[in-house]
């Protein structure tokens, strides 16, 4: 690691200074123009990013924008590898040039402001630093003026910011300046001399998270706000989340970027207990209608529905069964009434010392669950009390909802998104950690890269999954979600719904897509999402590869795709030599040219493959698939049929 520093010999009101990658073709400029700060961004000469604005707006004062002198200028550089506790990549090169550059208002009060910039080969960060200082001991912030000043006549792919289903909307593709209203990052953005960019953030704390919006042709951040209009209250010092650029020459190069992760800081706790898991759930049956998660007579969480549900997930090799609607406040209209939830009291039908009981003796784990409906100021007056009651019964996972279009904060309707929203998903996040718990988040805020932080947090929702299926899920979604969601982090996608016919819930998708969903929708924490007698009694060869997929990989490689068309990427087994290939189509169905060079060459695998048969279609003909097998070998090619709606996986072996 090599350090180096600048210190000007008088402060300069007119600067222009280059921070470059690594590899020295990503270049970001900052300059200093008669006081006013901005950037931009090329790579190898072309433009990515034209003159930017930077700068934040505060409350009743002048913006930390203009006015300003460079008093120094402060460099380093930094090349190291992590291991990852659980991951796309075990281990994880973080490499990266960065300057600092220590700015002071010329006039009056002399405010102090520090904007660092982070350059690695595949993207550029920065971020404010806002030391304590006499002029300042806190600040409110208002907005940011952060411009991301990218060629207006680029396609953008996204989804709207400030909607009632939080992050839970169809991507779609627009002209940037056809962009009207706030959209949420990531977006993903190809211009016109042919870079894909998606900007985004990374250790998001204490801090509204940012959406973006046209402003003048250029897309600006809009910091979301709290019920009161004002973006953020902090104490100094303070510094803001990293607002992110990722920069690849090919779309499916974003999807194996690290730098998001790269951003947040190394663990400061003993994280050894985290462990990825695959897990079952009494909830699907909710969604056909066969048991409700109301107490009745068909409550779905009993005490004999639990047991059931365990002793299948023995006998399917299944770890973990989640339990949903075992508590008190389901009653009714549960998102009108979530602010009755108990979280230390079942439901007279449900015995908790039971299940748990039950469970230990036969190898499963129980995943509790935590429905907030947004409710946080009931939630967090039981929180601690709401672990400990888990933890008591050797619960060691929780998927946690904030279901409501709103969170109720300090009596205040507040989005889910804003700092106080940001604010109570860590506090739940850190509690958990105090109590060894492992989280997967639903309604959650996006993420940043945290994770890397507080290896805890395993797994979020954030997008449509398959709950959305009956109508609201076209095969498309899940070609724009690797380009798009999951630039930001691993998805609770809920795949392996098997039983894709049922006409209480049709599912747009062929039995072997949902195989597929493992490989290319990374989690953590992934569910077998569909009723046990499905696997044991009807698709139990189709069940084999549900059961053997791993749940963290060694590395990823991303073999195909185009945003919204179809996707494929293959991932080796954390720690082995096995690998895993799924792909997924939009719905057209395609003929595409696998080619194996990833593999270690003079080595025979045997591959078997679970793909569409030729007559498979989402909509006539779900039932289509063909299980076969093949040695494949370092750079043979396979021509592979997907058909439309439909998808594939493979597992290979070493023979």
Known sequence: MGFFGNLFKKPKTEAVYEIKSPDRRLVATFMVDHGQISYFVKKDDKIIL????????????????????????????????????????????????????????????????????????????????????????????????????????????????YQPDRYEYDYSEHPV??????????????????????????????????????????????????????RAYVELPFSTPWRTITVAQDALDLTVSRMILNLNDAPRDDFSWVEPTKFMGIWWAMYVGEWTWAPGERHGATTEHAMRYIDSCRNLGIPSLLVEGWNDGWEGDWLENGVNNKFTQSTPDFDMKAVTDYG????????????????????????????????????????????????????????????LGVLHYQKALELAAKYHIML????????????????????????????????????????????????SGGMDYTPGILDVSNFSKR?????????????????????AADRPQIYESQHPDLFHFIREVPTRWEQTVPLLGEIGKYYVVARQQWEGTDWYVGGVTNEE??????????????????????????DAHYRDHQLGYVIEERIVRHGDKMEMYVAPGGGFAMHLKKQ
């Open 507 to 527: 599912i747009a998708s062929t039995l072997t897509r949902q195989l597929a969903y493992y490989v290319t929708i990374y989690s953590s924490m992934q569910m």
């Open 589 to 614: 169905g395609r003929k595409l040219d696998l080619y194996f060079d990833y593999l270690e060459p003079g080595v025979n695998y045997v591959a078997v493959i679970y793909r569409d048969s030729e």
């Open 50 to 161: 034209r003159k930017s604005r930077l700068g934040l707006l505060l409350k009743d004062t002048t913006p930390l924008a203009d006015n300003f002198s460079i008093v120094r200028a402060y460099s380093r550089s930094a090349d190291e590898t992590w291991k990852a506790f659980w991951g796309e990549q075990r281990v994880i090169r973080n490499n990266y040039n960065e300057t600092a550059f220590y700015l002071e208002e010329t006039e009056k009060p002399n405010r102090l402001l520090t904007v660092r910039f982070r350059l690695y080969n595949d993207g550029v960060a920065f971020r404010y630093e806002v030391p304590a200082q006499p002029a300042m001991e806190n600040m409110v912030v208002a907005d940011e003026i952060t411009e991301f000043s990218v060629d207006s006549n680029s396609r953008s792919w996204c989804i709207p910011a």
């Open 360 to 419: 230990r003796k036969n190898g499963v784990e129980i995943i509790g669950h935590h429905e907030t409906v947004g409710f946080i100021d009931n939630y967090e007056a039981q929180l601690d009390d709401a672990y400990k009651y888990l933890a008591q019964y050797g619960i060691r996972y929780v998927k946690s909802g904030y279901a409501g279009s709103k969170m109720t904060i300090n009596g205040h309707r507040e989005f889910h998104h804003s700092q």
């Open 440 to 487: 997967d988040v639903h309604e959650p805020i996006k993420g940043t890269g945290i994770e890397r932080t507080w290896p805890n947090l395993m797994t979020r929702e954030g997008a449509r999954g398959q709950e959305y299926e009956g109508g609201a899920l076209a095969p498309s979604h899940a070609c724009y979600l690797p380009f798009t969601r999951l630039l």
């Open 177 to 230: 300046y056809s962009i009207t209203d706030s959209v949420h990052t990531p977006i993903t953005i190809q211009t016109p001399v042919g870079y894909y960019v998606a900007i985004h953030e990374a250790a998001l704390y204490n801090y509204g998270s940012m959406t973006l919006r046209l402003n003048n042709s250029s897309l600006k951040a809009d910091i979301t706000p709290l019920s009161d209009g004002m």
